[in-house]
């Protein structure tokens, strides 16, 4: 035994002076062969022959220079990460600069504790987003609604929307605004349009919910609900008028439906007619005047 670890010193002591990556790998396989091999592979060890930030990449530039380790075989003597997470960013950050302050130490995750590692898994390969779902169960639930984004058909993931790496109230990938992110996949909705809806504009999560709904189109509620927490049933779609004419955007109209306009009004869907709803370049033509009705 004594005689292997000798062996592994002279060899260390070789390979030390030279930056050659296999190398590096090969010597500390001598003892973590399974290890070495998950790690064939892995971009650390492909990259190994750079230098990053005047570090070697490869088994060392993580854990650090083995050689007191080899010599003793004793495992304090070398850098692991036991997901203190401070430590552990430090240490990944050293070359990954660019997930360094102030982004990563003001992020959600980060003051919740996390590390790299809890998404990272370094010596598996395993694709990072399968962490999401062990952490939060809930959202990815929210993907099996009848009605949702296509994440789990694996058209498109979490990191789509979010960069778990960043700090924002909301870590979406455009910051605080969600309608920017929504343009960047769904450009038709972006105005500005001479027929605009307002609370399109101001904010898509008025009416759609993220990730995913019991209502079609990710609606927050199914229609004529959703228009219904904002306007009221109009002639053609609703009120029952005993007293006469009714008033529709300020123009007097007779319900030509009587007093089943009430029933029809519930069974249907605003968006028949208002076809545009997202805004339109277009007037509507029925009513003298109007044009803001978004149609066609
Ligand atoms: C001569 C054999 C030998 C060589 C060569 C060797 N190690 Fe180890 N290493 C050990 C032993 C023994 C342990 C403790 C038992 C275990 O965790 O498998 C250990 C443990 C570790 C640990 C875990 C430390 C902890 O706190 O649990 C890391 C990380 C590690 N080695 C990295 C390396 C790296 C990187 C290299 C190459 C630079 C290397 N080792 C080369 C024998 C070796
Ligand atoms: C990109 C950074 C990185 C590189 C490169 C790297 N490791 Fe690790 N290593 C880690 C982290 C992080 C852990 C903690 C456990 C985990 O998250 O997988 C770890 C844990 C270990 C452990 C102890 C736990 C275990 O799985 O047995 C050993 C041994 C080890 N590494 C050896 C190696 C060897 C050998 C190489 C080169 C072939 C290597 N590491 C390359 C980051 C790295
Ligand atoms: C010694 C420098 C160094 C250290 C330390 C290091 N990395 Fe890397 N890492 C690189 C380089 C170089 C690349 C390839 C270029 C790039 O993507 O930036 C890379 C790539 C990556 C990638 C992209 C993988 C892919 O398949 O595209 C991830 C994720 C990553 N590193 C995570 C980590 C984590 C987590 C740690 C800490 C446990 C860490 N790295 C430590 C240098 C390093
Ligand atoms: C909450 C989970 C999570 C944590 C914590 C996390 N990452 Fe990532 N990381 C990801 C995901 C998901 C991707 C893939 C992003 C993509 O596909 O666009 C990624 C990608 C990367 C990449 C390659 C692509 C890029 O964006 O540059 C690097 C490098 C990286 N992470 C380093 C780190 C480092 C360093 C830390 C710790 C400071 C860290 N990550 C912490 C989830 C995480
Ligand atoms: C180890 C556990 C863990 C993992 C893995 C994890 N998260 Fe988180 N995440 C948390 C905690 C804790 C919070 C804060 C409490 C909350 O909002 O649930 C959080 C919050 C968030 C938030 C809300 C941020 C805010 O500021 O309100 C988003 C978005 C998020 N995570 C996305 C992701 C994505 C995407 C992944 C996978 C790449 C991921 N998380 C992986 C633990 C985790
Ligand atoms: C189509 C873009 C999109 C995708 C894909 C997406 N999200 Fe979100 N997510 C959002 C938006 C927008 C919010 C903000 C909701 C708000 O604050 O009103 C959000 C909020 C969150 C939150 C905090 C609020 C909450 O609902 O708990 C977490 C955690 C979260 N997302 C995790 C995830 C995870 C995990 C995945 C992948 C399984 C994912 N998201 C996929 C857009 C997306
Ligand atoms: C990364 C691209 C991407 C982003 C960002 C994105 N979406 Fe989507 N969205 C898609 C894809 C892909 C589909 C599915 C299209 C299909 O199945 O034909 C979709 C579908 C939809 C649907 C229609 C669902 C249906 O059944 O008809 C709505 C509504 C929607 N997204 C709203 C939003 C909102 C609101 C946001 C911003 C919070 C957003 N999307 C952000 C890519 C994206
Ligand atoms: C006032 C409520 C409301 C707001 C706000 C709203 N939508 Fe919609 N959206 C709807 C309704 C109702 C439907 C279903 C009827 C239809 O297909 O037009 C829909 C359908 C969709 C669809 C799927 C059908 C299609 O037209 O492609 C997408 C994608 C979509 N919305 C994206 C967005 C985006 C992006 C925003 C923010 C810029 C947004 N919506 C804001 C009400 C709204
Ligand atoms: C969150 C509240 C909200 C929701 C939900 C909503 N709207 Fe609106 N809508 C508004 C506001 C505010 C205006 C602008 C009113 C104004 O300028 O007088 C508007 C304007 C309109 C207009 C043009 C009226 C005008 O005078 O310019 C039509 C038509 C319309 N909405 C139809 C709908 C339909 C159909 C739905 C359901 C798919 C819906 N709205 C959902 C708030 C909402
Ligand atoms: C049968 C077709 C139809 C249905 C169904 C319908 N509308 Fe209308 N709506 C119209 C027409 C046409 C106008 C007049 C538009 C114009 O001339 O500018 C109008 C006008 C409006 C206006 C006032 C617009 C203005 O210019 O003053 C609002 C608000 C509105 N509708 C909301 C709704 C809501 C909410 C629903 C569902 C409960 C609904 N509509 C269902 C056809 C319809």
Redesign the pocket.
Known sequence: MKRSILLAMVAVACVLTLPAFAE??LV??DC?D???A??KN?I??RIQPFEVNDRE???????GDGVAHMEEGD?TLIR????ESAD?AQ??VECHAEKNQPEWAASTHAMEGL???DC?????RNNPLNSCKSCHADVYTEFMMPNHHPVLEGKMSCSSCHDPHLATEMQLRTHTRANDLCYTCHQDKEGPFIFEHVPVVEDCSLCHLPHGSVAEALLTASEPMLCLQCHELHFHAGLLSPDGPIDVGGTERESPWGEHSMNLGFTSRCSQCHSQIHGTDLPSQTVPGGGHGMVR
Do not use: K, L, R, Y
Not at 120 to 124: E, L, V
């Open positions: 590096d790998g500390c396989a973590h399974e290890v070495a998950g790690m892995q650390h060890m990449v490869g088994c060392v530039g993580c854990h495992p692991n990460f036991d997901n552990d240490a990944c590390a790299c590692t990272h898994d370094i010596h598996s």
